[in-house]
T-cell receptor, first 108, second 116 residues
Framework: DAKTTQPTSMDCAEGRAANLPCNHS???????VYWYRQIHSQGPQYIIH???NNETNEMASLIITEDRKSSTLILPHATLRDTAVYYC?????????FGTGTRLKVLA | SAVISQKPSRDICQRGTSLTIQCQVD?????MFWYRQQPGQSLTLIAT?????????ESGFVIDKFPISRPNLTFSTLTVSNMSPEDSSIYLC?????????????FGPGTRLTVT
């Protein structure tokens, strides 16, 4: 499974879009990109995943570059409740190798 | 999505003792996993719990230290044996929901273990 790298922390103003990048330059063709978030040391919560097309659900959008070496999770209108650690993982085998995650702080 | 519960939610244990953590799922699932999250760190996969066979351990984790049982498709246990303060972590189980799409995992709430 490919290794992922993410910025350690980011701030975002409430109501603005939060764009969280993830680098997965060694991703192979059959590996999906998954995003999770963890609030207050609870169990991680699934957000979204994708293979090569951009994806959108009720929580977020996922933009994957054409070469699939990086992706961006977009929270379109961040709220204070979106403050969490966000993890991306690349996997094709159900076994995740989580990166160190990005600590997103949404500011009022 | 599958609903997962863990027991205990937290515990404080003395070094040299063992603790068994239970993971219960509200539906039958094929794949269950156990993770460790040390303080301030990311999640590290310990093992895949296989129903009807021995668990598959990741590098750095061994069965003698972390024995796992998977008696059926809704339940698993992880034992942390002969504990030391370095075992203080949050332990999480996760499942792949067969009704979900492409392998997204759902996590339990975690068991916060402190070893003194």
């Amino acid at each position: 499974d490919a290794k992922t790298t993410q910025p350690t922390s980011m701030d975002c103003a409430e109501g603005r879009a939060a764009n969280l990048p993830c680098n997965h330059s060694t991703i192979s063709g059959n590996e999906y990109v998954y995003w999770y978030r963890q609030i207050h040391s609870q169990g991680p919560q699934y957000i979204i995943h994708g293979l090569k097309n951009n994806e959108t659900n009720e929580m977020a959008s996922l933009i994957i570059t054409e070469d699939r070496k990086s992706s961006t999770l977009i929270l379109p209108h961040a709220t204070l409740r979106d403050t969490a650690v966000y993890y991306c993982a690349a996997s094709g085998t159900y076994k995740y190798i989580f990166g160190t995650g990005t600590r997103l702080k949404v500011l009022a | 999505s599958a609903v997962i519960s863990q027991k205990p939610s937290r515990d404080i244990c003395q070094r040299g003792t063992s603790l068994t953590i239970q993971c219960q799922v509200d539906s039958q699932v094929t794949m269950m996993f156990w993770y460790r999250q040390q303080p301030g760190q990311s999640l590290t996969l310990i093992a895949t719990a296989n129903q009807g066979s021995e668990a598959t351990y990741e590098s750095g984790f061994v069965i003698d230290k972390f024995p796992i049982s998977r008696p059926n498709l809704t339940f698993s246990t992880l034992t942390v044996s002969n504990m030391s303060p370095e075992d203080s972590s949050i332990y999480l189980c996760s499942v792949v929901d067969p009704l979900a799409g492409a392998g997204e995992q759902y996590f339990g709430p975690g068991t916060r273990l402190t070893v003194t």
